[in-house]
């Protein structure tokens, strides 16, 4: 017998079927197989438009190939001008690639397809804005907030480095560019928190590139949002880090004339009180008692980065001290440095009691005491009266121990403490 042997072919799958294929391997996450099954049912059937969109979409998940994810989306709309995920995909590729405004073009141009696209354009938008701000810039911020110097650098992973005062500080900003100016939200934590107290709440800000300089603007002592580029919160930012600048007259003297000349300056711009904010002030109080706090504080910063810390510490060191035994003679005799001891002493004893009438009000506010508390035996009282006073002299000297001596730090973003202010004012 004669026997036909008949070779079959394996069946071919068909375009539709690769293009199944193609999306199982996206899910799967292996989008170089996926890459590979469009590719196949588009060579079977080059008009379906869902696989440049899918292959467009595993391009980009590839990574290093934003081009061709772009070619690809552009061919998905020249097939379906009305396929809303079409611009989708172009846009997320023109993002990749940095070319914002072609994006934010294609997000505007899908929309009336995809009311989906709204939100793809305002992410558009804020990445935009993003990488505009990105990197480190500096300003001095106006009288009535300190005039002090800051520094403020944006990281694309929402993180934020705010520089003040030799400080620095971490923080986590966002940024809403569907607002004309844009809003910037800036949350830093404030250093020496209270435990368990809640994080301040964000700084609302208004922001806009203009030329080289970043503009920047803050509530003042509100909570409220600027609307416009002006008043006390305005700041006009330059890029780049901020330049240490070096005094040659002041490294020229001997460390003798350096004290010398320190605890003069020292004595002329120290404030004859250092009041701190209360929950009981009013507004005005409160304005006035945290910006006189951060105007002396931009003071004395300038005069460490003018004399260095180890002579600021010297001299407000002898200027703290009871007695004179252990003052060099030359630093006893200025008649400055008796004006500089006697505003140290006024501050230490301003707030030694701020502190004693914190303390009384604390004890004196009634409490809801546990089942367990309850239990315990009350002490006698004084023996309560005793632990005060060694809490209350213990916690006067942590605080005046630290530089300057007698003067409570605020906050490191002066739109920051007076935002907590508020805040913590309204919830109670």
């Not at 071919?12 to 590979?36: P, V, W």
């Not at 992973?157 to 986590?172: F, K, N, Q, Y």
């Not at 330059?238 to 000349?261: C, F, H, Q, T």
């Amino acid at each position: 017998p004669i026997f036909s042997f008949v070779h079959l072919a394996p069946r071919s799958m068909s375009a539709d079927g690769l293009r199944e294929e193609g999306n199982a391997k996206f899910k799967a996450g292996d989008y170089a197989a996926a890459i590979e099954a469009y590719t196949k049912a588009l060579e079977i059937d080059p008009t379906l438009h869902l696989c440049f969109s899918n292959r467009s979409a595993a391009y980009l998940k590839l990574g290093n190939s934003a081009e061709q994810a772009l070619a690809d989306a552009n061919k998905c709309i020249e097939l379906r001008p009305d396929f809303g995920k079409g611009y989708s995909r172009k846009a997320a590729a023109l993002q990749e690639l940095e070319r914002w405004d072609e994006a934010i073009a294609a997000c505007e141009q899908g929309v009336a397809s995809d009311d989906a696209l709204r939100a793809t354009l305002r992410d558009a938008r804020s990445r935009k804005f993003l990488h505009q701000i990105k990197g480190a810039w500096h300003g001095t911020v106006t009288e009535e907030l300190g005039g002090y110097r800051q520094e403020m650098e944006f990281n694309l992973d929402s993180t934020v480095r705010v520089e003040v005062l030799g400080r620095s500080i971490i923080g986590r900003y966002n940024v809403d560019a569907e607002h004309e100016p844009v809003h910037l939200n800036i949350q830093v934590p404030m250093p020496d928190m209270p435990p368990g107290m809640p994080p301040p709440p964000p700084v609302p800000y208004i922001a806009k590139r203009e030329g080289e300089v970043l503009h920047l603007c803050c509530p003042y002592m509100a909570m409220e949002r600027p609307a416009k580029f002006e008043g006390p919160g305005h700041c006009v930012m330059n890029p780049g880090k901020i330049e240490k600048a070096v005094d040659a007259s002041i490294a020229a003297l001997s460390s003798d004339e350096k004290l010398e000349r320190c605890i003069k300056e020292l004595a002329d711009v120290m404030p004859d009180d250092l009041e701190v904010p209360s929950q009981n002030d009013t507004e005005e109080e409160a304005q006035r008692k945290v910006m006189g706090q951060v105007k002396w504080e931009t003071v004395l910063f300038k005069l460490t980065e003018k004399f260095g810390e180890d002579v600021i510490k010297e001299a407000m060191g002898f200027a703290a001290q009871d007695g004179t035994s252990d003052i060099p003679k030359a630093v006893a005799c200025l008649a400055e440095f008796n004006d500089l001891r006697a505003k140290v002493q006024r501050l230490k004893n301003m707030e030694a009691k701020h502190v004693s009438a914190e303390s009384s009000a604390a004890s004196k506010a009634p409490a809801k005491a546990t089942a367990k508390e309850e239990k315990r035996p009350e002490k006698p009282a004084g023996e309560v009266s005793r632990q005060q006073t060694a809490k209350l002299e213990q916690k006067t000297k942590e605080e005046s121990s630290s530089l300057p001596v007698g003067v409570i730090a605020v906050g490191v973003v002066a739109a920051a403490a007076i935002a907590l202010l508020l805040w913590r004012r309204q919830k109670s």
